[in-house]
């Protein structure tokens, strides 16, 4: 009996564009597969016999089943355990740790680390605004964490009180919004200034982190929306930048 796990189907969807997935009445497709074709609006014809069934794509790699495996690899290969070098990236998928979304998935728990302790720093100084700004960009990145893994899209949220093109337009006219030139990060800027450089900077690691994971050497892009909602970050944290230089965060006692 052939079967096809949620896997095979993103996989088909995602790299070839594939809308309709075609099985014999002898396949056998997984609740989890059948969740992602609805979710994603594909549709499953069922053929009455394998003649029109695609022949496997070298590049899908549908994971072979077997009763007592608990595992499978992206090559389709089945493991009885997890090896120490492996972890999970979706469902019972195993790849080695080193793979470029699991990279990225530790890149961003890294930016999540270092907003967390810069919050601590602005609590213990009383900038009450600066701590609810970065809860609200730590809400994004862990949405954004839970949506790659997931599968599901990217909600369109506003941040610090704008959305993408209000954010756009802040961060790219600091003159026309905070009456100064664009910052050239320096020692003698302020505290706060520094802080959000430095987290600035960390989220440029884990956009390039995300393109590594899902653009591919002929330029084809998955995941769009992740990689959109990382490039919101670092402008998000400029914002914060041009709000310190300003001492916006000074005016309002927080």
């Known amino acids: 009996m052939r079967v096809i796990q949620e896997d095979t189907v993103r996989q088909m969807y995602l790299k070839q564009g594939i809308r309709e997935i075609h099985v ?4 056998l497709v997984t609740q989890q597969a059948k969740d992602y074709i609805r979710e994603k609006r ?5 053929d009455e016999t394998d003649e029109n069934l695609p022949k496997e794509n070298t590049d899908i790699h549908p994971p072979r089943q ?12 089945v493991l009885f355990e997890k090896p120490e070098y492996m972890t999970h990236i979706h ?8 793979h470029p979304v699991i990279a990225l998935r530790g890149r961003l728990d890294s ?15 009383g900038k009450k605004q600066i701590v609810q700004e970065l809860d609200e960009i730590l809400s994004y990145c862990r949405t954004m964490l839970a949506c790659e893994v ?48 430095l987290l600035r900077t960390r989220s440029r690691e884990v956009e390039l ?46």
């Not at 093109?165 to 003159?175: A, F, K, N």
């Open 42 to 46: 594909l549709k499953l014809v069922e």
């Open 150 to 197: 997931t599968g599901k899209p990217l909600p369109q949220v506003t941040l610090l009180g704008f959305d993408e093109q209000q954010q756009r337009d802040v961060s790219h006219h600091p003159q026309k919004h905070f009456g100064m030139g664009h910052l050239l990060p320096d020692y003698q800027m302020n505290e706060w200034c520094i802080q959000f450089n």
């Open 91 to 98: 469902g019972n998928t195993l790849v080695m740790k080193n």
């Open 111 to 125: 930016l999540e680390a270092e907003i967390i302790q810069v919050q601590y720093l602005a609590a213990k100084a």
């Open 66 to 77: 077997t009763g007592a495996a608990k595992y499978v690899t992206e090559d389709g290969n």
């Open 24 to 27: 014999d009445k002898n396949t």
């Open 209 to 254: 982190g995300a393109i590594a994971a899902f653009v591919s050497q002929d330029g084809k892009a998955e995941r769009t929306d992740i990689l959109q909602g990382m490039n919101r970050l670092s402008s998000v944290f400029y914002i914060m930048m041009c709000r310190a230089a300003a001492k916006i965060y000074d005016k309002t006692g927080e």
